[in-house]
């Protein structure tokens, strides 16, 4: 008898330890923080990409306020090509006397300068004088930068330094652009010496295909 009711205690207290309700850990009852948000980089602004040149042949296209001025450019910059094995070829010797150089632009023209074996043209301008001016815009097409071509004399009695922007050009687009800054000048005479001494570098060093 003392059998049977110690094997009923025990079939009791399996049962009652059976219902307690389970224990929850102190760590299970934390909650999650949620995470902060990564703050969003921000992009870096894209440099400027930068354009390089090499040539071998070039139709020589000078902005200038007189056609004196623009022969000279054109000559001088014609005759520095040739010396660094640069073919290159002068406007002038392309359009009839007193033409309109935008006409540079139509087809018959280009037609007229590819026969000549030349792919490449090199519109060469004044910027300005006694500043530092940056490369414009590179997007430039061919007709565009020939209409909207600023004209200043070679030499200007005021002025101590003048800069030159040079645009290259294939297939009507702009493949590159530089300024070259020519400085201590004191007449029309040092401008061309000075244009000789800056550019010619500038040709032998990044321009002339070596």
Known sequence: MKALIFTALIALSGLAIGQEAPVTSTEETKTEKPKKAKKAKKKKKSKKEKTSITLDNTLVIAQMD???????????????????????????????????????????????VASKGVDTYCIVSIRGFDRKYTVSNNADDFEVALNQASFFELYRSDAVSISFQFKFFRDNKC?????????????RETVIKRFRKKVGKRIKKSWAKQ
Do not use: W
């Not at 001025?69 to 010396?83: G, K, N, P, V, W």
């Open 66 to 112: 007189t056609p004196e001025d623009r022969y000279s450019i054109e000559i001088t910059l014609t005759e520095m090509f040739t010396y660094n094995h640069v073919k290159a070829v002068p406007s002038l010797n392309v359009l009839k006397l007193g033409s309109d150089a935008r006409t540079l632009a139509s087809d018959s023209i280009q037609k007229i």
């Open 175 to 187: 493949v590159h652009s530089e300024i070259v800054k020519c400085g201590n000048i004191g007449s």
